[in-house]
């Protein structure tokens, strides 16, 4: 075959990863019977190509054939670098976890929503909540009486938003990409909890706050809730993934071992990107977008995101841009 050759088909070794769980084989004593390096692991994790001897090696720990841990498979476009999350949930209920992100009974969220709905008269109003992860802002909006339409890009946290939420008749989920693609309608306001810190370059952050702005009528309020934050955030221009792996000095391809939240069990999950900004950050950014930030609150370091604010906005005007 041409050195410069392309091939249409990849490597999965999503078969290792379900053998693995199945066997209760953890990604160190995985590494650590084989002798494998850090980058062969970054590897494996990523579906990139590996030595056939180390195939054999995990073939032979594993008591298996290559077909039972690597698949050929039709190659694609690359995934964007903010759907690492779908992974991440994957591994977390392989684990028998039932939730990943915040539950519905979390109160300082469910404090913080209540006074929200009521400062802003949003009873029996369409509420959107981006990156709306597995539903529990819909449950607590749909007790507070709203009309609720959570989107996500993981079709596992929708998979489990749609099924919490099946007793509320005024609770839809659908799967979206915020930042590539827009919501149909008008919502008289939208929320996003630990959603906008997960865009890292300006690019994507743009096109998601435009998709925001475009989806609110006038004077519509915006929640952005517990976002990564830090006073001495790095505020230039992040052009690429690429650029942000290097400015934050992260191992994204590593998997770190770690408890999900309060129930016990470690699993060795995929790290996710997520940029941190400043509070003039924000509101520059936000108003650049066409919203007004009409408080930012600092939140009290937490097991969700250590340090993080929340931003309250409305939208001013039609978006020119
Ligand atoms: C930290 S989790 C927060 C989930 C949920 N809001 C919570 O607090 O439990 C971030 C969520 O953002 C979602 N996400 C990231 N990029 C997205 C995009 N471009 N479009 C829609 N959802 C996205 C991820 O799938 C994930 O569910």
New binding site residues.
């Given amino acids: 075959m041409k050195e410069s050759a392309k091939n249409s088909y990849g490597v999965s070794y999503d078969k290792l990863l379900k053998l693995m769980t199945d066997k209760g084989v953890k990604n160190c004593q995985l590494r650590d019977a084989i002798g494998l390096s850090k980058s062969t692991m970054a590897k494996l994790g990523r579906n990139g190509q590996v030595a056939l001897s180390v195939l054999l090696a995990i073939c032979e720990y594993l008591g298996c054939d290559f077909g039972d841990i690597v698949e050929a498979v039709p190659a694609s476009k690359p995934a964007?670098y903010?759907?690492a999350?779908?992974k991440r949930?994957k591994k977390v209920y392989a684990a028998g976890a039932a939730l990943?992100?915040?539950p519905p009974d979390d109160e300082t969220?469910l404090k913080a929503l209540s006074k929200w709905v009521d400062d802003n008269g949003l009873r029996g109003k369409r509420i959107i909540?981006?990156?709306?992860?597995?539903g529990?802002?819909g449950i607590i909006l749909s007790k507070l009486g709203c009309i609720y339409h959570g989107?996500?890009?993981?079709p596992s946290?929708v998979k489990k938003a749609k099924t919490v939420l099946a007793g509320h008749p005024y609770a839809a989920v659908t799967q979206?990409?915020?930042?590539?693609e827009r919501p149909a309608g008008e919502y008289d306001a939208a929320l996003?909890?630990?959603?906008f810190?997960?865009?890292v370059t300006d690019c994507?952050r743009q096109k998601?706050l435009k998709n925001v702005h475009a989806s609110l009528r006038d004077g519509a309020p915006a929640l952005f809730f517990?976002e990564s934050y830090r006073a001495d955030a790095y505020e230039g221009v992040v052009g690429s993934f690429d650029e942000w792996k290097q400015i934050s000095g992260c191992d994204y391809d590593t998997p770190e071992e770690r408890e999900v939240m309060g129930s016990g069990i470690k699993v060795s999950i995929p790290l996710?990107p997520?940029r941190a900004r400043t509070k003039d950050g924000y509101i520059n950014e936000m108003a650049a977008a066409g919203f007004i930030v009409d408080d930012f609150v600092e939140m009290d370091i937490n097991m969700?995101?250590p340090y993080s604010a929340s931003v309250y906005a409305h939208k001013t005007k039609s978006c020119s841009h």
């Fill in positions: 964007p903010y759907t999350y779908e949930y990943w992100g915040h969220l909540e981006f990156a709306c992860g597995e529990s802002c989107v996500d890009i993981a946290a979206l990409d915020m930042v590539n996003d909890v630990m959603g810190h997960m865009l994507d998601y517990r996710v997520a969700q995101c």
